[in-house]
């Protein structure tokens, strides 16, 4: 795994439609808006934020989970517009087992666009070829069935179902799906 490649300067990863990039001050009003959404942390373990000054100071804690080298989350951006469409995260690096878990979470509007499959097949890509992680995976509530299809489609196999294994934010103990991709699933 090497951790430069995430850490040392904060990775901008691009394609034909999507850039991933630094979420900054001025994305604020795009983000408090994807944040004030319940609908699209229905199957997340995040709380909805409905207070424009608790989303401002998010993008400080965003900014030392990075510092911290812990959590890296990438605004989800039109390429050819500063739109903020929704954001994808890398956490929960495990340098002994060479692996790291994945979320992300689309504003309402992009939902049904094939835009959370592309930003998964870039930071995939930018995970296996540029930080050479082994593993990755992601963890799924049962009922969201359209983030399980975005992994699917990114090659990724269910492993299976964890009972009662995670406590969520608002939601309590919760059952979730694993999803993973190992690096020569990806190379075949």
Known sequence: MNLEKVFINFPVLQSDQLVLKKIEEIHLQELFAIYDNEHVFQYCGILPKHNIQTVSKMIGHFERDYQKKSRVKWGVFHKN?????????SMDFNQKV??????YFLAEEY??????????????????????????????????????????????LKEGLLRQASLWSGKGIVDLEIYSILKEDYSS
């Not at 890509?125 to 983030?147: D, G, H, K």
């Open 98 to 103: 060479n692996m790291v878990t994945i979320g």
């Open 111 to 156: 939902w049904g666009k094939r835009i959370a499959t592309e930003a998964v097949r870039l930071l995939v890509n930018f995970l296996f070829e540029e930080v050479q992680i082994n593993r990755i995976q992601a963890e799924v509530m049962p009922a969201n069935e359209v983030s399980k299809k975005v992994l699917l489609k990114n090659g990724f």
């Open 81 to 89: 517009q500063d739109t903020l469409l929704g954001i994808i995260e």
